[in-house]
């Protein structure tokens, strides 16, 4: 609701004295507000001990949403995201999706398609 959203944007001016981050990320994320949702999936990322037991499917999924996130408005930074879930967590369920978006992401930044559609 509006009134929600309102609650989550005075929250969102500091993700670091948020409880729940990743909860507030998601409800973000799944709200189509992707920009919103970046610094409390980081803060969630950040929170997150990389050398717990159990980590690694938490870690996964927030750097795909990050990358998904990214994808939206910052390309460069969204690969980024890509390959560190790559390469931190190549057995994540979420590794072969996030080489088709970060093979994706190369090409449109090689091609460079909207350029070619407003030469047209």
């Known amino acids: 609701t509006g009134q929600t959203l309102k609650i989550l944007a005075n929250s969102s001016q500091d993700p670091n004295q948020m409880d729940n981050p990743f909860g507030l990320g998601e409800i973000l994320y799944f709200s189509g507000r992707l920009r919103e949702a970046v610094p409390f999936y980081q803060q969630a990322l950040n929170?997150?001990?990389?050398?717990?037991?159990g980590s690694e499917q938490n870690r996964a999924w927030i750097l795909f949403q990050l990358g998904n996130c990214l994808r939206d408005y910052d390309l460069p930074e969204a690969k980024i995201m890509y390959v560190q879930l790559i390469t931190e967590y190549?057995?994540?369920?979420?590794?072969?999706?996030?080489k088709v978006w970060e093979k994706l992401i190369d090409l449109y930044l090689k091609d460079k398609p909207e350029t070619l559609i407003n030469e047209r």
């Open 90 to 98: 190549p057995e994540s369920m979420w590794v072969d999706l996030a």
């Open 47 to 53: 929170r997150i001990d990389k050398d717990k037991a």
